[in-house]
């Protein structure tokens, strides 16, 4: 199956200037050198710690991050420049869903115009078409036609970012960017969030770049996962890859750090936390350069890639 998407080489430095000429003498390197690919309807994961750069990745592929260095093809066409701009079709058709919704809503506008402005920017619909399609919309993610006619301050959080998702679709996109779109919500709230982006995916094959932070979520969510570190992926796989047979010692301490509900192996998570960080500190040169870069990826099979100075003496998937 052609690729709906794809990255190349994915590079977003920022500099740092010191000295009294304000000069530039290094850079923050946000995303240094990543790869990407989308297929319809399927759902990715960009799974790190915080500062790792995953929502810069989706920023810049919307357009709202400046690129330093490689490519976004869209169909085929390379999107990096101009491409990616207000108005094009590349931008009807890539959407996003924000962490925090009232952020990403104009608080002096009614639901009706904020639902409205995707319309008005990229079809000819009259005022009663742009309503009805509001009203659909609204009803996909649980809420009535009254709330139209209110401000973002009068819904609950949940609310918003339901409101949000049904922004983000208003236009049937083919790739909706979710960064953290569940992370301020409560369980119960998550799940109805969670459940509503399920029930749009099935019915617009739609897919998802979904960012988070909560390991739990995104093997609820995601097809395939990327872990992150420091601006580089780790490692790349499926679900089961990931967590199931994880191989790189970063993936493995994101995994240890998830709780363990049942009290009778608390301490036998204990000590597995404990070999993981010792296992760490001792094996860096293998998964880190020098300068605590993360390697470059290499393939363990069709589905699965960790990063590692060197595969042969890594050992082969299943052997670790």
């Known amino acids: ?10 590079k977003v430095h920022y500099p740092i200037r010191s000295g009294i000429l304000n000069r530039v003498t290094d850079h923050v390197r946000a995303v240094d050198g990543v790869n990407l690919a989308f297929e319809e309807g399927k759902t990715y994961g ?3 710690e ?6 810069t990745i989706g920023k ?3 357009g709202l991050e400046t690129i330093t260095d490689g490519q976004i093809f869209y169909n085929g066409e390379d999107v990096s420049g101009q491409a990616r701009q207000r108005r094009s079709d590349y931008r009807q058709n890539v959407q996003m869903v924000f962490q925090d919704a009232m952020s990403s809503f104009n608080p002096k506008r009614r639901i009706i115009d904020i ?20 009203i659909e919309l609204l009803e996909i993610v649980g809420l009535t036609e009254e709330a139209l006619y209110k401000y973002p301050h009068q819904f609950s959080g949940g609310q918003r970012q339901r409101i949000g998702v049904a922004r983000a679709v208003a236009l049937n996109p083919k790739l909706v960017i979710a960064d953290e779109p569940v992370s301020a919500l409560d369980l119960s709230v998550q799940a109805q969030v969670l459940n509503f982006m399920k029930q749009i995916q099935d019915e617009y094959n739609i897919s998802y770049l979904f960012i988070s932070h909560d390991l739990g979520v995104v093997k609820h969510m995601c097809d ?34 998830i709780p363990e509900v049942n009290p009778n192996k608390r301490e036998e998570n204990k000590l597995r936390r404990q070999e993981i ?16 870069r993360v390697h470059d990826l290499q393939s363990l099979s069709n589905t699965h890639s960790v990063a ?11 052997e670790l």
Request: glycine content about 8%; aromatic content about 10%; overall charge neutral.
């Open 60 to 62: 810049a592929i919307i």
């Open 224 to 257: 395939e996962i990327a872990i992150m570190y420091r601006g580089r992926f780790a490692e790349y796989g499926n679900k089961q890859d990931i967590y199931q047979n994880a191989q790189h010692i970063y993936t493995k301490r994101l995994l240890s750090a």
């Open 50 to 55: 915080s500062g790792s750069g995953k929502s």
């Open 46 to 48: 960009l799974v790190g």
């Open 277 to 292: 960080a010792a296992a760490y500190d001792e094996s860096s040169p293998t998964y880190f350069d020098s300068n605590g």
């Open 115 to 134: 639902m409205s402005e995707p319309l008005r920017n990229f079809t000819n619909l009259t005022p009663a078409e742009e309503k009805k399609r509001a």
């Open 308 to 318: 590692v100075s060197d595969l042969n003496t890594f050992g082969k998937e299943g």
């Open 1 to 10: 199956m052609s690729n709906l998407i794809e990255v190349k080489d994915l």
